[in-house]
C-alpha cells in the first residue's frame, strides 16, 4: 500500500501540463547540438524536422525531466562515446527500457544522439587541430577506422572533413566573425 505522501509525489512526477524547462545548462546544449546538426545535414534535417520529433517534446513530465537530465549529462560527459547498456544501467532501466523512454521523450534514439556528439566532438577536434589525422581522430574518439570518420562527416556535415578544412582555413583568412548581440536568437530546438 503506497502512503498518501508518497502518492501525491508520485502523481507530481507524472504530471502532463507544460513545464518550465530552463534554458541553460544541460538543456541548452541539447538545443544547440540539436540546432547546429540541422544546419550542417540536409540527413539531420530530414530526422530532426520530422513530425514525432517534434511531438517527442511535447508531452515531457517532471519524472521525464529527471531521466533526460540524467541520461544527456552522461552522453555528453562521454562525448557520445559509451556503451548504450551502461547508460541504461546508470538510468536504473534496462536496455530495452532506456532506448524506448529516450526515443519517444527526445525522439530519435540514444544510438544516433550518440553519433550526433561523437560528430561534434570530432568536429572539434578538427576545428581545434586543423593537423589531427584521421587515423588519430579514429582511435582517440571511439571511431573504427578512417572510413568510418569520413562516412560520419559525410552524414552529419555533408561533406568530406578535406572539404570540410578548406572551408575552415577560407573563413579564417577572412578574419573572425564578430556576432551582432541584437540578432541573437534562441535555437530553434530550445525545449
Known amino acids: 500500500m503506497i502512503a498518501l505522501g508518497e502518492k501525491m509525489r508520485w502523481r507530481t512526477m507524472e504530471r502532463t501540463m507544460p513545464l518550465a524547462v530552463p534554458r541553460d545548462g544541460i538543456w541548452l546544449g541539447l538545443a544547440h547540438t540539436l540546432e547546429g546538426t540541422v544546419r550542417r545535414s540536409p540527413y539531420a534535417r530530414q530526422i530532426l524536422g520530422s513530425q514525432p520529433f517534434n511531438d517527442a517534446r511535447t508531452r515531457w513530465t517532471d519524472a521525464d525531466l529527471m ?28 536496455l530495452r527500457q532506456f532506448e524506448r523512454r529516450f ?33 588519430d581522430a579514429a582511435s582517440r574518439l571511439g571511431f573504427h577506422d578512417q572510413a568510418h570518420v569520413i562516412h560520419e562527416f559525410k552524414t552529419w556535415a555533408g561533406c568530406t572533413p578535406t ?17 551582432d548581440l541584437r540578432h541573437a536568437m534562441m535555437p530553434l530546438y530550445m525545449v
Do not use: N, T, W
Open 103 to 135: 526515443k519517444q521523450r527526445i525522439g530519435l534514439s540514444p544510438k544516433m544522439f550518440a553519433r550526433i556528439l561523437r560528430f561534434e566532438a570530432l568536429l572539434d577536434a578538427f576545428i581545434r587541430e586543423p593537423a589531427f589525422s584521421f587515423a
Open 163 to 179: 572539404a570540410f578544412l578548406v572551408r575552415a582555413k577560407q573563413r579564417k583568412m577572412q578574419g573572425p566573425i564578430v556576432p
Open 67 to 94: 531521466f533526460l537530465r540524467s541520461a544527456l549529462e552522461r552522453l555528453y560527459e562521454a562525448r557520445g562515446h559509451i556503451r548504450m547498456h551502461e547508460l541504461a544501467a546508470d538510468c536504473a532501466l534496462s
